[in-house]
T-cell receptor, first 111, second 117 residues
Framework: QKEVEQDPGPLSVPEGAIVSLNCTYS??????FMWYRQYSRKGPELLMY????GNKEDGRFTAQVDKSSKYISLFIRDSQPSDSATYLC???????????FGTGTRLKVLA | DTGVSQDPRHKITKRGQNVTFRCDPI?????LYWYRQTLGQGPEFLTY????????KSRLLSDRFSAERPKGSFSTLEIQRTEQGDSAMYLC???????????????FGPGTRLTVL
């Protein structure tokens, strides 16, 4: 079993929809959680960073961490065709800088 | 451009050859990471530097792989005796020192795409 599981998609939604992207993990020691967006043949771009549990909002993006369920989510409101990309979750624990990434979810926002 | 830069962007080599990649992190970022990413997968951690010290290495980093960051600024990743299985995108990321638990961000470069024939 992988430490971080992420549905690869593709996930297709109409423009303006609310998108929900999720990751589950097995290591209860994980405390630092990040979401990245990656366009084809480009490096990942940091979207959201969350420490421990709770919610964090930045513009159209909201990140949620539920440590009791070992589940993290990224919500995108008013999705745009330019949001079409692969979304990666990443996480790590204290005492290491080895981040574990999910496989990524491909999102397509249809105009 | 003040982002992370990597050179070359693309490298095609024959099996058995040695290759070296360079990463220039964001100025004053003292932490630097190397990752490998294959098609349809997320980045896999290879190694981590804090300044010039290599503090963590993945078991993925076989003895054919070596990374250096001699002056705590740019870094190089060398692969000796390349194999077809080494074909991947090699990504570099940098981050500033973790001042508080609530701040920790990695900024990625565009990657070097390696193709081993």
């Amino acid at each position: 079993q992988k430490e971080v599981e992420q549905d690869p998609g593709p996930l297709s939604v109409p423009e303006g929809a609310i998108v929900s992207l999720n990751c589950t993990y097995s290591n209860s020691a994980f405390q630092y959680f990040m979401w990245y967006r990656q366009y084809s043949r480009k490096g990942p771009e940091l979207l959201m960073y969350t420490y421990s549990s709770g919610n964090k909002e930045d513009g159209r993006f909201t990140a949620q961490v539920d440590k009791s369920s070992k589940y993290i989510s990224l919500f995108i409101r008013d999705s745009q065709p330019s949001d079409s990309a692969t979304y990666l979750c990443a996480m790590t624990r204290s005492g290491t800088y080895k981040y574990i990434f999910g496989t990524g979810t491909r999102l397509k926002v249809l105009a | 451009d003040t982002g992370v830069s990597q050179d070359p962007r693309h490298k095609i080599t024959k099996r058995g050859q040695n290759v070296t990649f360079r990463c220039d992190p964001i100025s004053e970022h003292n932490r630097l990471y190397w990752y490998r990413q294959t098609l349809g997968q997320g980045p896999e951690f290879l190694t981590y530097f804090q300044n010039e010290a290599q503090l963590e290495k993945s078991r993925l980093l076989s003895d054919r792989f070596s990374a250096e960051r001699p002056k705590g600024s740019f870094s190089t990743l060398e692969i000796q005796r390349t194999e077809q299985g080494d074909s991947a995108m090699y990504l570099c990321a940098s981050s500033p020192i973790r001042l508080a638990a609530t701040t920790d961000t990695q900024y990625f470069g565009p990657g070097t795409r390696l193709t081993v024939l």
